[in-house]
């Protein structure tokens, strides 16, 4: 019988990965009256207070790093902070949010594509499986209509998807790092740096010119305190009480989560492609974990941090 502090384990992580699939959403609303850096910047200077009060209050602290894991830290805030926020919104603008949520769920293919590129590890065969049939399931939906008012879905998903593999790049860069940081402090410095970065690109976009739309000034506000704040608690509460590889399970409701939002909320329509997407997405990532699972691999888990 399952405890029930297992049982709290998972309703933890299923809110997590919820309010993760909600950020979809959110950033449809950013980007139809606030341009990315601006929103990115507005995003962290709300979220990083937050997250310094609680390293205050738990007593947390960030270690000692060499100069090495500094530039580690640097190019993760760049990629998963700053990048990763800021083409999720530039692809919004250009295509819908059912579709933005089905290529979130493509993180843990990306992930592996960019290990076996980039770093030269070398994957079964179940694992390149896994990774041709999410990209032939983000290919169907590139063949949708575009976004009512926008350019070409195609170009809306390559963001979307440059948007992933950012945030790919910063889960690979965090297992090099020579000391560990512990998540609350990762996240803090992560917000620091993204604020820093995102505000120096800021005056690109001229904010001081914006209208500043409340709709869109709200959707910066929840992203920052509910997903970003809120999830990372959430997350990380529920990890405690259950495995590794049980919590990594959870990461496959974030798609599932936006898409039912963005049908829900927004109102948008699931065509037969974007259903299919959907269902090849899905599959590749069963067919990844349990491909890990079958090698003693634990599968690296897409936290809220993003």
């Given at each position: 019988?399952?405890?029930s502090e297992?049982?709290?384990g998972?309703?933890?992580?299923?809110a997590?990965?919820a309010?993760?699939g909600s950020?979809?959403v959110a950033s449809k609303?950013?980007?139809?009256?606030?341009?990315p850096f601006?929103?990115?910047?507005?995003?962290f200077a709300i979220?990083?207070?937050?997250f310094a009060?609680?390293?205050?209050?738990s007593?947390a602290?960030i270690?000692?790093?060499?100069?090495?894991?500094?530039?580690?830290l640097t190019?993760q805030?760049?990629a998963?902070?700053?990048?990763?926020t800021?083409?999720?919104?530039?692809?919004?603008?250009?295509?819908t949010?059912?579709?933005?949520g089905?290529?979130l769920g493509t993180?843990?293919l990306?992930?592996?594509a960019?290990?076996?590129?980039?770093l030269?590890e070398r994957p079964?065969?179940?694992?390149?499986a896994?990774i041709g049939?999410?990209?032939f399931g983000?290919?169907?939906?590139a063949?949708?209509?575009a976004?009512?008012?926008g350019?070409?879905s195609l170009?809306?998903?390559a963001l979307?998807?440059?948007?992933?593999?950012c945030?790919g790049?910063?889960?690979?860069?965090?297992k090099?790092?020579?000391?560990?940081?512990?998540?609350?402090?990762?996240s803090?410095?992560?917000?620091g740096l993204?604020l820093?970065?995102?505000a120096?690109?800021?005056?690109?976009?001229?904010p001081?010119?914006?209208?500043?739309p409340?709709g869109?000034v709200?959707a910066?506000g929840?992203?920052?305190?509910?997903?970003?704040?809120?999830?990372?608690l959430?997350?990380?509460?529920?990890a405690?009480?259950v495995r590794?590889s049980e919590?990594a399970?959870?990461?496959?409701?974030?798609?599932?989560?936006?898409?039912a939002?963005a049908a829900g909320?927004?109102?948008?329509?699931?065509s037969a492609?974007q259903?299919?997407?959907m269902?090849?997405?899905?599959?590749?990532?069963?067919m990844l974990?349990?491909a890990?699972?079958?090698?003693g691999t634990?599968?690296?888990d897409a936290?809220s941090?993003?």
């Amino acid at each position: 019988m399952i405890g029930s502090e297992r049982i709290r384990g998972y309703v933890y992580l299923s809110a997590a990965m919820a309010l993760v699939g909600s950020t979809v959403v959110a950033s449809k609303l950013i980007g139809a009256g606030l341009p990315p850096f601006t929103a990115t910047a507005l995003r962290f200077a709300i979220a990083l207070p937050c997250f310094a009060l609680l390293m205050a209050m738990s007593g947390a602290r960030i270690p000692r790093l060499c100069r090495r894991d500094w530039m580690l830290l640097t190019v993760q805030a760049v990629a998963g902070s700053v990048g990763y926020t800021t083409l999720l919104i530039a692809g919004l603008q250009r295509a819908t949010a059912v579709d933005g949520g089905i290529i979130l769920g493509t993180l843990p293919l990306v992930t592996a594509a960019i290990a076996v590129l980039v770093l030269g590890e070398r994957p079964g065969k179940a694992a390149l499986a896994a990774i041709g049939v999410a990209a032939f399931g983000v290919w169907m939906m590139a063949r949708g209509p575009a976004a009512p008012g926008g350019e070409s879905s195609l170009a809306g998903n390559a963001l979307i998807l440059g948007a992933v593999a950012c945030e790919g790049v910063f889960i690979l860069l965090n297992k090099r790092l020579r000391t560990p940081v512990p998540p609350l402090a990762l996240s803090t410095l992560m917000a620091g740096l993204g604020l820093a970065f995102s505000a120096l690109a800021c005056p690109t976009e001229a904010p001081w010119t914006l209208a500043l739309p409340a709709g869109a000034v709200a959707a910066v506000g929840y992203y920052a305190l509910v997903p970003t704040v809120g999830g990372f608690l959430l997350w990380y509460a529920g990890a405690a009480r259950v495995r590794g590889s049980e919590a990594a399970l959870f990461t496959a409701l974030a798609p599932v989560s936006a898409v039912a939002l963005a049908a829900g909320l927004l109102g948008e329509s699931l065509s037969a492609a974007q259903i299919g997407g959907m269902a090849c997405v899905l599959g590749a990532v069963l067919m990844l974990g349990g491909a890990q699972r079958a090698v003693g691999t634990p599968r690296r888990d897409a936290t809220s941090r993003g």
